[in-house]
């Protein structure tokens, strides 16, 4: 859920029991989900941050895209939503009905109803949603459910962060980079409706922790290991070269690293550049997956039919130390 170092003082609150609870905090799972039937769970979740692009149509659109991701990641369907608004009192309020506008029509797309929200004024611009999900109570895909053996399935490529870092400073502009908007504001819904009919055992979405953050967080609720092919992750090529030109990373780049360093072993084989990436925050990043072996090149193909672009980058192995690899 959360997306930087004050996530991990979120993380720490108290376990609660309740019966009818199928995730909550205790696994740093992407949303609380609760069972209201034997029929019905409810999903919750929420996300919102500054802006990450100036285009305020487009920021509205990635803004709804990632926090609806949070809910295909657990296998579920969006329903409704709600508008978390933060505005300064000098802006024009077009501004505001551009981002607003961006992500009804996302959520329009998705299917999604938009019921309300709530705005403050502030000094600088903030916007997302809370949603809330449907899934069948014995449907949801946690992240603790991987297993020795399972192929990790990633269905975006990687780099977005040091994207919108680098649009934001003025060195690049929107035009260079279409492939990576066009990625952020892709909805994950195709893949998480195929994942649920192939049948997977863990699934995630890539966000603010990055690649191997959110690896790291699947590998320790499930109770396994993983050992990433660097060579089969997808990279935005720009976004490999800006990570070299430049020493203004992401300062998330560094927090992650030193959060992750003692659990992640990147071995030699793996460039500077690419080692940056993998601990790059995404924003609506894609899903990682781990499927079975037997039904891995099913969902591979089904999603490519879907035009989702997926790649297996590694495997689930035996839990052991450090507890993520990389080739
Ligand atoms: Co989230
Ligand atoms: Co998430
Ligand atoms: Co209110």
Redesign the pocket.
């Known amino acids: 859920?959360?997306?930087d170092a004050l996530a991990q003082v979120l993380r720490q609150l108290p376990k609660v029991e309740d019966k009818n609870l199928i995730a909550g905090t205790e696994h740093a799972d992407?949303?609380g989900v609760y069972k209201l039937t034997e029929e019905l769970a409810v999903i919750n979740?929420?996300?919102f941050f500054p802006p990450i692009i100036d285009d305020p149509y487009t920021f509205g659109q990635i803004s709804a895209a990632?926090?609806l991701?949070?809910v295909y990641a657990m296998g579920g369907v969006p329903r409704l939503a709600m508008n978390i608004v933060a505005f300064p009192a000098s802006l024009d309020l077009s501004i505001l009905q551009e981002i607003i506008k961006g992500s009804t029509d996302k959520l329009k797309e998705a299917g999604v109803i938009l019921v309300g929200g709530h705005s403050i004024e502030d000094k600088e611009i903030k916007y997302g949603l809370s949603v809330t999900g449907l899934v069948h109570p014995q449907k949801v895909i946690t992240n603790a459910g991987a297993k020795p053996g399972d192929k990790l399935i990633l269905t975006k490529p990687i780099g977005v962060g040091v994207i919108t870092t680098a649009l934001k400073s003025g060195k690049i502009t929107s035009d260079d980079v279409q492939d990576a908007i066009e990625s952020m504001k892709a909805l994950n819904d195709k893949a998480s409706i195929i994942m649920q009919e192939v049948g997977v055992n863990a699934c995630t979405?890539i966000?603010?922790f990055g690649l191997l953050g959110h690896a790291m967080e699947m590998a320790e609720a499930s109770g396994v290991s993983m050992i990433f092919r660097v060579k089969d992750i997808p990279f935005f090529p720009i976004a490999l070269e800006l990570v070299k030109k430049s020493k203004n990373h992401p300062k998330t780049i560094k927090s992650n690293k030193e959060y992750l360093a003692a659990k992640v072993n990147v071995l030699d084989s793996v460039t500077p550049e690419q080692a940056n990436l993998l601990y790059d925050p995404q924003t609506s990043g894609g899903l990682l997956i781990s499927v079975p072996l037997e039904r891995s090149q099913k969902l591979l193909e089904r999603l490519s039919a879907a035009k989702v672009s997926a790649t297996i980058v590694g495997e689930v192995v035996e839990k052991r130390t450090p507890a993520i690899v990389v080739d």
């Open positions: 859920m959360g997306h992407d949303a979740t929420l996300d990632n926090a991701s949070d979405d966000t603010g």
